[in-house]
T-cell receptor
């Protein structure tokens, strides 16, 4: 089965700096990679996703890059703000076989004002 | 669009009783729903995949007789924790696959249910 690893587990950045979270996956059949943001006690919220037919996707201050050959994908947050502080989860799935998500272990991001 | 509700948000019960948690997709039809368990500061652990009109598929190590899942319609799935024990205390989150406007591939999460078993 799929195995998703996520690093780092904790990350602290100064407000305005960039934050990068990296994930690797093991199953080459995975073709869909969403990122979720979860605030304490709240539901995970989809913030961006990417499919295997593209290498990069951007939405304002958030971007995701995908390297299929190396089987890794990364979340980039620029100009970080205190409200970006949360736990971020990456996931990988194969849309052709039921879309079960395999989640990474999470990254706790703290943006220091 | 793509809103998922979950009820109740919090429940406290006595050991040995059963608790039912409902997960609803409010503005789309969800052919597949997922049930997760999340421990504090941990990732989401998939418990089972629920398909409308068929039996749920449970992950290894999850007792299907203890965690009963019913997906009776395209907008409702229920998880019943039977004969609850304190070790069942956790945050249970459902998600639904699907969405409006042809967005059928991602999962949208409910707000979660905090279960405490005394």
């Amino acid at each position: 089965g799929e195995n998703v690893e996520q690093h780092p587990s904790t990350l602290s950045v100064q407000e305005g700096d960039s934050a990068v979270i990296k994930c690797t996956y093991s199953d080459s059949a995975s073709n869909y990679f969403p990122w979720y943001k979860q605030e304490l006690g709240k539901r995970p919220q989809l913030i961006i996703d990417i499919r295997s037919n593209v290498g990069e996707k951007k939405d304002q201050r958030i971007a995701v890059t995908l390297n299929k050959t190396a089987k890794h994908f990364s979340l980039h947050i620029t100009e970080t703000q205190p409200e970006d502080s949360a736990v971020y989860f990456c996931a990988a799935s194969d849309e052709n076989t039921g879309n079960q998500f395999y989640f990474g272990t999470g990254t706790s991001l703290t943006v220091i004002p | 669009g793509a809103v998922v509700s979950q009820h109740p948000s919090r429940v406290i019960c006595k050991s040995g009783t059963s608790v039912k948690i409902e997960c609803r997709s409010l503005d789309f039809q969800a052919t597949t729903m997922f049930w997760y368990r999340q421990f504090p500061k941990k990732s989401l652990m998939l418990m089972a995949t629920s398909n409308e009109g068929s039996k749920a598929t449970y992950e290894q190590g999850v007792e299907k007789d203890k965690f009963l899942i019913n997906h009776a319609s395209l907008t409702l799935s229920t998880l019943t924790v039977t004969s609850a024990h304190p070790e069942d205390s956790s945050f249970y989150i459902c998600s639904a696959r699907g969405g409006a406007s042809g967005t059928t591939d991602t999962q949208y999460f409910g707000p979660g249910t905090r279960l405490t078993v005394l």
